[in-house]
């Protein structure tokens, strides 16, 4: 079964900022593309950032210049920096493969609040 954990969620206040790290099993992880998508109360899933097998980078308008995705191959991790944080991106953090999206994880929740 494939399995994403994502870890390293917390509280902090505005402008701070919090590493996110996903560890993925049952799939070949260094010949995919990974994600970052997040969810907020009430809202759709909302895709964030994605890295290519080859380290390839791109970003969604609202993270853009903050937000700052890495990869592991060697530990099947993919992680998130995440930086200059807003309330706005309260939300459950999630990853998952590029093209077909897979089982989705338990997500790490991030709040950002003063």
């Known amino acids: 079964q494939v399995q994403f954990a994502e870890s390293g969620g917390g509280l902090v206040q505005p402008g701070g900022s919090l590493r996110l790290s996903c560890a993925a099993s049952?799939?070949?992880?260094?010949?995919?593309?990974m994600n970052w998508y997040r969810q907020a109360p009430g809202k759709q899933r909302e895709w964030l950032a994605i890295i290519t097998s080859g380290g390839i980078t791109n970003y969604a308008d609202s993270v853009k210049g903050r937000f700052t995705i890495a990869r592991d191959n060697a530990k099947n991790a993919v992680y998130l920096q995440m930086n200059s944080l807003k309330p706005e991106d309260t939300a459950v953090y999630y990853c998952?493969?590029?093209?077909?999206?897979?089982?989705w994880g338990q997500g790490t929740q991030v709040t950002v609040s003063s």
């Open positions: 049952g799939i070949n992880f260094d010949g995919y593309a």
């Open positions: 998952n493969k590029g093209g077909v999206l897979l089982r």
